[in-house]
């Protein structure tokens, strides 16, 4: 990718009823060039629409791809990967930092009935994690709408120190202090 290159990177910082979303729109480069917040609702189910708000009302053409923490923040509430991709029209990355059994044991303790049986389809229907090593960290990595070698390429540009990209690292912090200062 080019230096000017953006991505949005989105994380998710979670109170007590309600999760901010904080979407950052970063440069290959790591400048910094717009910011965005949403929310949605701890342990539901709406934070695909989410996603998919917060790219909206940035309005922003030239972001060529999202970067997103993680599958199932806001306990659980499971994000379509591929929902989002088809209502941003965008390949999307969901990066992980590290490794795991899977969510069906944790979906089964936490919900039953209705509640764990859509969670469960939502996150069996996304694609598999893999692992990526970059810089000697590593992570893992599920993309809808580019294939494995571009999804490697895009992780590996946009991390620029450290194992995370930096999309999400700085998305990671905009929605802790977005979430902060809400609260107070």
Not at 38 to 58: K, N, P, R, W, Y
Not at 76 to 84: G, H
Not at 104 to 127: C, I, K, M, V
Request: with cysteine.
């Amino acid at each position: 990718m080019k230096a000017g290159a953006r991505a949005l990177g989105v994380a998710f910082s979670d109170g007590d009823d309600a999760s901010v979303i904080g979407g950052v729109v970063v440069r290959a480069d790591g400048v910094v060039d717009g910011v965005a917040f949403e929310t949605c609702t701890v342990g539901g189910t709406d934070a695909t629409a989410a996603v998919v708000s917060l790219f909206d009302s940035l309005g922003r053409e030239d972001v060529r791809v999202l970067l997103l923490a993680g599958i199932a923040p806001a306990w659980f509430n499971v994000v379509d990967l591929r929902a989002v991709h088809a209502g941003v029209d965008r390949p999307v990355l969901s990066v992980s930092f590290e490794r795991s059994p899977g969510l069906d044991n944790a979906l089964r303790t936490h919900f039953s009935g209705d509640d764990l049986g859509e969670r469960r389809r939502l996150y069996r229907a996304q694609p598999p994690r893999r692992r990526v090593d970059v810089d000697g960290e590593t992570l893992f990595v599920r993309a809808v709408g580019c294939d494995d070698d571009e999804a490697d390429a895009t992780v590996r540009e946009f991390t620029l120190d450290g194992g995370r990209p930096e999309p999400v690292r700085v998305a990671r912090l905009a929605a802790r202090a977005a979430r902060q200062w809400s609260a107070d």
